[in-house]
């Protein structure tokens, strides 16, 4: 019965836009259906609140916030869906570009060669030779690929510390540290039984252990940022104005490098915090951007903290340039990524990765409060001023539509330069 | 007439002249001074000249200033106490201080007995110094059993206290309406007029562009491209020059981010000299070595507050080391030459109980209540090293906050902070006023925390610093009454919805989007009523 309902109601609205007649957006508002497989109550109550219709993936659906999983299936060759001009999903279809751990760091390591082969100023390195702007990730090698150039680089400095993780996993899992070449073999003849073929398949990513990351408080922590990017070519992306800092429950001693095996020491995931014995449930060792900003630029002095987010704001557009010509530029995607960067005792950002489904559960209100708003926004710029997701659309939003979101980057507005009376004529949309 | 006056500045310097050889830094200053004298630079022909040119120019002349300062800052605090006999001129006050006293004592005295008749001090078991030790620097990981321990009181305790007092000459007329526990507007103590505060706080109340307003105001100077810059550029030279008196100045109009924590320390003298570092040192090693009661209800304020609060939890671990140091710091006894409270004297096992066998307890003479951390949490925000965060929680500490918990008539006591709040929503905000009464509701079982707390843990960070900056600038607890009744003023609407306390204080529960400098600027600029 009720897959009846759902069925006139996807004739009337398909009738709708076929015709293309838009109405006033309340009276549209009711029309718009979404689907989502992800059971997460800052989505629903941000779409009950827009007065969205819940409709299965086979009815016609305006916005699907789907899980990486099940965004894959729908784009793959087999499923033959095609989008149609009202419709938009959560992910890019290969977003995996930039939030596998090992593609995001062939990715960069390939923007950074071809800028320096252009000659291009950003892309200039210091005496010692490391680049000035672009040194924004850890030096990482991919296993088991660049065995041979890790161990070379591990000789260099043998008493450094290296991560090494999973390249397509998430939430802490299958990370370790290592301080001995000893070590790393056992693993790598451990972990691949020949009885298990799509094992040695599985690669992973070494990088430089940041060894001095900025302790608050005694401990370690690493950033969450929020990014939007709703087109790759031209790139346009917003940065979400609160993040927060996640901190480790168990003090890093910096004097104490022993302690390699203690997770809760090093790994800042939620996902791996919760289950210590420190863990507190009321603020999960989550602090606020603002109150990370205060403490830094009280304690630091204000240009250095300036500076600093001036540099965080770089990484991010840096990381998403070094993948925009790879990215399949799909009208019909838009995708918010979960930055993970953690500040060094100098403070410099480094990026750690990038997540294509940032978790959108909430451990406490203030979480909740973010969360919500954060999806309130996301879907305020993404959907047009009318209500009704359109590909067709321009994808200029309005400043006031941008909520807690801004413009980091946006080439359409740089090419314009050239084209004045375009520009002017796009200002006055920016700034309407 | 001008000899008198004469006169009398030349007792003040004599007077001053004998206190200073009793400070901290004389010594050290002495040695300087007969070093400076006895240097090249100082000659015999022109003795006076030359000396206290090499004094100007090597910074000791500004230190003597500073010094003189703060003790004159100190001496002021005790000054409504000095022209009397008594500490506490009103009978009546000073009977409620010393039963108060008396019925926290024995709460302490009798959790202490439940628990298995511990004694309140004693020498720390080596087991348990070595483990402290250890963990100095994160005493979150000491694991003791504190089931049995609860906070020996809260501010609604004492507030209880307060809202029981009686002037004993004072009669109502009516004494239906009247019924003493509704507000405080019955005791007769003296607060300041609107009148007055608007030229106490001169600066906010003349509209002058200040800190915290909002985000981008500009600047009335050239170059400058905000008024943060501008306050920035002004800040660093006046920390350059080193001056408290100049500090207070500056702080009026509020301090950005990156000056507060030097400005800060100018002015409360709070510095950190390698004898501080040493003197906290000391109290560490106190600490290692006795075991009392007190710890153990300083550690379960710091879980019952700081460890839960979503803004002060990174800092637990320095609060413990802050709040155990504390404790153990005979500096703070010095509050009660000007206070009418005593704090308790314990006699020694085993000894006659004469004074000479007894000893004060706590330490520091303060007995600890729920949210004592929230004095010094904001802080942490300020310095990174432990003793910076000690040194400027000590001195904020010893000349404001002790007021928060004793009844006494002092204009900056709690109890005049309260009463000003009453009268000035009285006044000021009448129908709401009214509102509350027809409705029974009493605005200070909300407040009260608020004001004993200085706000502390109920404001964002950010917020709760910039009003701590007023209290500095303007040497005076007052502004925090004016911010509770502009909050209530703020919510009004809000307010006129409810009918009764519960959900009053469900109206106030959530103050983090509180802006405090428009509240009070608002409030001040606002006209007098005659
Ligand atoms: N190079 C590094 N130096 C220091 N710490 C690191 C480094 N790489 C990772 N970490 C720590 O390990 C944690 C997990 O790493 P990462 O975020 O790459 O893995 P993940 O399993 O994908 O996590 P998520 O749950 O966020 O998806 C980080 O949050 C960070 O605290
Ligand atoms: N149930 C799950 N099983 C496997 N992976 C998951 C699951 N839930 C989330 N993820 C993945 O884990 C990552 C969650 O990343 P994130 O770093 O945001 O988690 P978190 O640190 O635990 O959360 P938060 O800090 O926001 O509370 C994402 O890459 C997401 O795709
Ligand atoms: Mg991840
Ligand atoms: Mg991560």
Redesign the interface.
Known sequence: MASNGSETRKQFSLGENSLNVRGTSTSMKSRVSYCTDLEKLVLTVNFDKRGWVRVNPDDDWNIYWASVQTCRNLFSVDSGYRLHDNQCINHFPNHYELTRKDLMVKNIKRYRKDLEREGHPTAIRSKQGRYTHLDIIPITYILPADYNMFVEEFRKNPHSTWIIKPSGKSQGAGIFLINKLSKLKRWSKESKPPFHPQNGKESHVISRYIENPLLIGGKKFDLRMYVLVTIYRPLKAYLYKHGFCRFCAVRYDNNNHQDLENVFVHLTNNAIQKNGEDYNNVHSGKLNMESLKLYLETTYGKSRTDFLFFNIKWLIIHSLKAVSSVIANDRHCFECYGYDIIIDEELKPWLIEVNASPSLTFTTAHDRILKSKLIDDILSIVVPPDGIPDARWSKRPSVDAMGNFHLIVDEEYDDRGSNKKIREKYQGSRWR | MDELKIKSIHFTAEKFANEITSIDAYCKFYAELQKTVASKSVTLDDFKKCLLESLSSSGMETDLRNSVFHLMRSIHNSQDVCSYKDKEPLEYLKKAQMLWEKRIHKSLNSMSADINSLSLARFRLASDRDEILEKW??L??YEIDLTQYRPVYAPKDFLQVLLWLRNPNFRSFNFKINDGTWEFTHLSLKVKSFAELKILYGEISRGEPLIGVHHEMPSQRAPYPSLEAER?ALGEKVIAFNHAPAAQEYLKKGA???I??RIWTQLLGSTVTPEREEYFNRLKQRVLQYDLVVDKLIIKDVQLTA?????Y??????LYQIMLCFYRDTDVLSIFHHICATPIRGVLRGKAPTTKNSVYYPPNGIIPFHGFTMYACPL?????EPVAVYCTFKAFYMRYWFRMHEVSSSEQGILALCLLFARLLQRYEPVLWMHFKTNHIQPVRVVFKWLMRGFSGYL???QLLLLWDVILAYDSLEVISILAVAILSFRKDSLFQVNNQQDVEGVLADLSTIRVMPLIQMSLIRETIP
């Open positions: 620097k994160e979150s990981t920035i950005p981010l990156c507060r924590a460890s839960n609060d979503p803004s939890f990174v800092f637990e671990d320095l942490c925000y300020l310095y990174k964002a960070v950010e």
